[in-house]
């Protein structure tokens, strides 16, 4: 047992080799870019954040921001599971088609899907000029940027959820039928308390891209400050007006936000795991 134990530790090299090496490339991609956001706002005066975090117009971007993300990313836990739960336990043709097109939203430049999202949902657009005559407007709104938020949310939650379900055994399910148990029974009590952790991680994955997204959101949002401007559209904006101070000023009010988000829907996905093993 004792070799079993010293082969497993020197698959890889030592703990010091490969956290500095971790801490390398985590600090290289992540942390070096945060801290020169945090510097560079360190010439920023609290009255300059105040005012900045009081404007209507960066009130009204995250507004949207956070809502389409939000809305988006609700919509596709819902999807994402029922997609997921027919690629797992289904057979019909094309299926490996059907599996790979769920991953196209990672390929596909986001601009190219804007685009396309665009032409597509626009008054005269495929689907567009059917739902606009019954006053459903999808382009140059918040549906559509949802819409848009959906498109590229949905292989994070497809991707983590399946897993998990191919390693679900369906005979535990077939023995809770012959016992009486009905389908939501069987869901609730067996297949609920496995599934929660990986769903609520596809939840936090698509709500963080959707917060941050600009490219397939910024042709079919319409950019109507007040009204359709996304938060990551109004650091661009006053990127190209040379309002540094105030660009830094969003995108660190945008970090702290999505940051405390995220660690509430990582607390609440520790504390499920936790609730699943007792």
Do not use: C, H
Not at 118 to 136: D, F, K, M, R, S
Request: charge should be positive.
């Amino acid at each position: 047992m004792s070799k079993l134990m010293v082969a497993r530790r020197r698959t890889l090299p030592g703990f010091g080799l490969t956290m500095g090496y971790s801490v390398f490339y985590l600090s290289l991609v992540v942390l070096i870019p945060l801290a020169a956001l945090i510097f560079n706002s360190t010439g920023l005066t609290w009255a300059t954040l105040i005012e900045t975090a009081s404007n209507p117009r960066v009130i009204a971007s995250f507004k949207v921001s956070f809502l389409t993300a939000g809305t988006a990313a609700l919509i596709n836990l819902v999807l994402g599971l029922l997609l997921a739960w027919v690629l797992v336990r289904y057979e019909f043709p094309g299926k490996r088609l059907f599996d790979a097109v769920i991953d196209l939203p990672f390929a596909l430049p986001t601009a190219v899907a804007g685009v396309a999202l665009t032409a597509l949902y626009a008054g005269n657009g495929w689907i567009g000029q059917l739902v606009e005559p019954l006053g459903i407007k999808l382009a140059y709104s918040q549906a559509g940027i949802t819409l848009a938020l959906m498109f590229i949310g949905i292989p994070f939650v497809v991707r983590t959820v399946q897993p998990v379900l191919e390693e679900l055994e369906a005979e535990v399910e077939e023995a809770a039928a012959t016992l009486g148990a009905g389908r939501w029974r069987i869901f609730r009590t067996i297949l609920l308390p496995d599934l929660i952790p990986p769903l609520l991680t596809g939840f936090a994955l698509a709500f963080a891209r959707g917060i941050g997204e600009y490219g397939s959101v910024v042709f079919i949002s319409g950019n109507m400050p007040m009204k359709t401007e996304i938060a990551p559209l109004l650091i661009m904006a006053k990127l190209e007006q040379f309002d540094y101070a105030g660009a830094t000023a969003v995108a660190l009010l945008l970090l702290l936000v999505s940051f405390v988000l995220l660690l509430v829907i990582n607390s609440l996905q520790r504390w499920s795991r936790k609730a699943g093993r007792a």
